[in-house]
């Protein structure tokens, strides 16, 4: 089992990780050292048509911002997050029997080593992760793995309010761009809650590789933590930015779906993981899914807005498997449902 993991320090990045040069961090491809993403305090004493107003203003202009008094407790993030480093922590064997790369399967850890995003091949990425199904968690917990014993039950209140602390945004966005509080609610939010929980181990040589390639996620929104190793970097004005850590933050960000359903008024966000030589990273990614079988379109309250509908109707199902042949690249999986005015050429 080839897990990143499994060796305590690596002294040289070995080939198959070293990427192409054009898919490298450039070296004069300066992160913008000038431009920081919005925070936005979600306590519970504001008023709501200031948070509102907020969000929709980071929304718009970046499609990144953090989140903090976001209701998550301080002690519910971080003993999932020490439970999730104890799990790459163990010994390869006990890691085993979930090693896969079976994309159906409820809870699996796999590396970068045997499975790439990215269509066009040329290297490997520098990470390991868990993939879980996490909500409802009475029916998932019974894959998760017994062992580190705080795994299961700091996963277990860890997902519950990561789950609604995404709820309470998407009705802020949705009350904030002048639909019903409860849009989202039903099947756009109603399908398998997932997990990727990320580890990048310290990397000999940064400038070579890459944590995880340049991608825009599926779904409406998604909640990272981060923890306090520095790596997200977000695309703005065609620069990246790095997403500096903010101490007891979540990190949100758009997807596809967000973009789809809100007739480009709001947009997903091209971003990548990159690598450093002195400490572990652990990013834990939640997103909540539609149902498969759902009807994504734009909303009619934003297509009157703007005149037009910018992308055709589709099931769910068939976003999931333009997103796999796309590879997560954002033009390519968008092309296959804009809707082109008449006389033009796609």
Same mark, same amino acid.
């Given at each position: 089992?080839?897990?990143?993991?499994?060796?305590?320090?690596?002294?040289?990045?070995?080939? #198959?990780?070293?990427?192409?040069?054009?898919?490298?961090?450039?070296?004069? &491809?300066?992160?913008?050292?000038?431009?920081?993403?919005?925070?936005?305090?979600?306590?519970? $004493?504001?008023?709501?048509?200031?948070? +509102?107003?907020?969000?929709?203003?980071?929304?718009? &202009?970046?499609?990144?911002?953090?989140?903090?008094?976001?209701?998550?407790?301080?002690?519910?993030?971080?003993? =999932?997050?020490?439970?999730?480093?104890? =799990?790459?922590?163990?010994?390869?064997?006990?890691?085993?029997?979930?090693?896969?790369?079976?994309?159906? %399967?409820?809870?699996?850890?796999?590396?970068? @080593?045997?499975?790439?995003?990215?269509?066009?091949?040329? $290297?490997?990425?520098?990470?390991?992760?868990?993939?879980?199904? !996490?909500?409802?968690?009475?029916?998932?917990?019974?894959?998760?793995?017994?062992?580190?014993?705080?795994?299961? /039950?700091?996963?277990?209140?860890?997902? *519950?309010? +990561?789950?609604?602390?995404?709820?309470?945004?998407?009705?802020?966005?949705?009350?904030?761009? $002048?639909?019903?509080?409860? =849009?989202?609610?039903?099947?756009?939010?109603?399908?398998?809650?997932?997990?990727?929980?990320?580890?990048?181990?310290? !990397?000999?040589?940064?400038?070579?590789?890459?944590?995880?390639?340049?991608? !825009?996620?599926?779904?409406?929104?998604? +909640?990272?933590?981060? $923890?306090?190793?520095?790596?997200?970097?977000?695309?703005? %004005?065609?620069?990246?930015?790095?997403?500096?850590?903010?101490?007891?933050?979540?990190?949100?960000?758009?997807?596809?779906?967000?973009?789809?359903? @809100?007739?480009?008024?709001?947009?997903?966000? #091209?971003?990548?993981?990159? *690598?450093?030589?002195?400490?572990?990273?652990?990013?834990?990614? @939640?997103?909540?899914?539609?149902?498969?079988? !759902?009807?994504?379109?734009?909303?009619?309250?934003?297509?009157? &807005?703007?005149?037009?509908?910018? =992308?055709? /109707?589709?099931?769910?199902?068939?976003?999931?498997?333009?997103?796999?042949?796309?590879?997560?690249?954002?033009?390519?999986?968008?092309?296959?449902?804009?809707?082109?005015?008449?006389?033009?050429?796609?």
């Amino acid at each position: 089992m080839g897990l990143l993991s499994n060796t305590p320090v690596h002294h040289a990045v070995p080939d #198959e990780y070293v990427l192409p040069p054009e898919k490298r961090p450039e070296p004069d &491809e300066l992160v913008d050292p000038t431009v920081t993403l919005p925070v936005i305090d979600l306590a519970a $004493g504001r008023r709501r048509h200031l948070v +509102v107003n907020e969000i929709i203003k980071a929304s718009k &202009e970046f499609g990144f911002f953090q989140v903090v008094n976001h209701g998550v407790g301080d002690e519910v993030v971080g003993a =999932f997050r020490s439970a999730a480093a104890e =799990f790459f922590a163990m010994p390869a064997e006990e890691k085993l029997p979930y090693y896969s790369d079976d994309l159906t %399967k409820p809870f699996r850890v796999d590396t970068s @080593t045997t499975y790439v995003l990215d269509r066009s091949g040329g $290297g490997r990425y520098w990470r390991d992760y868990i993939q879980l199904q !996490c909500f409802p968690v009475d029916r998932f917990s019974q894959d998760w793995p017994a062992e580190p014993a705080a795994f299961v /039950p700091s996963l277990a209140a860890y997902a *519950t309010a +990561v789950r609604t602390l995404a709820a309470t945004l998407l009705g802020l966005i949705a009350e904030g761009l $002048g639909l019903e509080e409860s =849009f989202f609610r039903g099947e756009l939010s109603g399908g398998w809650t997932l997990m990727n929980v990320n580890w990048y181990p310290p !990397c000999p040589d940064p400038s070579l590789t890459l944590g995880l390639l340049p991608h !825009c996620d599926r779904p409406l929104l998604t +909640v990272l933590s981060q $923890g306090d190793v520095s790596g997200l970097q977000a695309k703005h %004005k065609g620069r990246w930015i790095a997403v500096q850590p903010v101490p007891n933050a979540f990190v949100i960000n758009f997807g596809h779906l967000m973009e789809i359903v @809100t007739n480009g008024l709001l947009q997903s966000v #091209e971003h990548r993981a990159v *690598t450093n030589s002195s400490a572990a990273r652990l990013s834990v990614v @939640t997103i909540m899914l539609p149902d498969m079988d !759902c009807r994504i379109e734009p909303a009619p309250a934003l297509v009157t &807005e703007g005149g037009q509908a910018k =992308f055709r /109707p589709f099931l769910f199902r068939e976003f999931n498997e333009a997103y796999a042949a796309a590879a997560a690249n954002r033009e390519d999986v968008l092309q296959r449902f804009r809707i082109y005015p008449a006389g033009t050429m796609e």
